[in-house]
């Protein structure tokens, strides 16, 4: 079983910087595709970024230039920090892994959730 854990979200007001992270853990050969979606209430679950292995990264066009997605291969944890926040950021974040276990077969993750909440 493979467990995917957010931390990093809070409160903060216009204008600031959040850094969250999404570590993977259990019986991981290696890990494909990550990506961070969020969803605000009433609202369809929306992709914000996402990485491959590689480091090739996409963004939904609302984020770029504010946003940015990394990750670290060797600790199978991936990171999204956040700047000039806006209101409208607030949102659930959730964290979604593409991940490969030592028999080759495949399987997909998404993590709890982390609250991000910005003020104006």
């Known amino acids: 079983q493979v467990q995917l854990v957010e931390s990093g979200g809070g409160l903060v007001q216009a204008g600031g910087s959040l850094r969250l992270s999404c570590a993977a853990s259990?019986?991981?050969?290696?890990?494909?595709?990550m990506g961070w979606y969020r969803q605000a209430p009433g609202k369809q679950r929306q992709l914000v970024a996402t990485?491959?292995?590689?480091?090739?990264?996409n963004y939904a066009d609302s984020v770029k230039g504010r946003f940015t997605i990394s990750r670290d291969n060797a600790k199978n944890t991936m990171y999204l920090q956040m700047n000039s926040l806006k209101p409208e950021d607030t949102a659930v974040y959730y964290c979604?892994?593409?991940?490969?276990?030592?028999?080759?077969?495949?399987?997909?993750?998404w993590g709890q959730g982390t609250q991000v909440t910005v003020s104006s």
């Open positions: 990485i491959t292995r590689g480091g090739i990264t």
């Open positions: 979604n892994a593409d991940v490969m276990y030592y028999s080759g077969s495949r399987d997909n993750y």
């Open positions: 259990g019986r991981i050969f290696s890990i494909n595709a």
